[in-house]
């Protein structure tokens, strides 16, 4: 039944359902082929990673013919950071739907962000091998426009320092707590630090990935919206 409901929120059946199973298995199920190779939605991840920044540039191209490139590059980095992405997963029931393992889901992993992040990631590239660049297309545009008009432009890290400057409590500390994950899909987790003494934490694929979700996590236990400026 979750298939078949995060099917119809996506406007879209696959013809090969194995790959929509594919790119709801994550590396914690500790799956492999007869082979030995890994059953997981890691490369579908990187493949759906490329598609959805390119076409989500695109968009924003169509949308903002008068806007500079720098404005262009918010928006872009807004529309695909981890936090837009949950979202965008829960909406579509990704969280039900995924495989986990049973340690990942005992520690919350369905609501983790970087696991929906990379999970929707993975549909859309499996979207493009079952039918075709256009389809997977189409599903970002009917799920990311309406995120377009929500975004804040200033990203995390620099509401986070505008913030603790304006309180005179200087420039946050970041740090990297641990590496996770083989050489070829890492995960990083930063923390960071108030001169209050206030920590948040992050988790991402890239430094400066993790390093926004830290900044974001601090913000929500400082009750700091995205909307507040």
Known sequence: MPLNNLQKALGYGFKDISLLEMALTHSSCDKKTPDG????????????????????????????????????????????????????????????????????NATGGREKPTILSDAVEAILAAVYIDDSFETAERIIRTHWTPEVHKVELKDSKTRLQELL????????????????????????????????????????????TAQQDAAQDLLNKLNISESDD
């Open 37 to 104: 190779r890994k059953m997981n939605n890691e490369r579908l991840e990187f493949l759906g990673d490329r598609v959805l920044n390119f076409t989500v540039a695109q968009m924003l191209f169509e949308m903002f013919p008068h806007e500079p490139e720098g404005k262009l590059s918010k928006r872009h980095a807004a529309l695909v950071r981890q936090e837009t992405l949950a979202i965008i997963a829960q909406n579509l029931g990704v969280d039900k739907a995924i495989k986990l393992g049973k340690g990942e």
């Open 165 to 208: 400057q304006a309180k005179g409590l200087g420039l946050p500390e970041y740090k990297l707590k641990e590496t996770l994950g083989e050489a070829h899909a890492r995960t990083f987790v930063f923390t960071v630090k108030a001169a209050t003494g206030e920590v948040g934490e992050g988790k991402g694929s890239s430094k400066q």
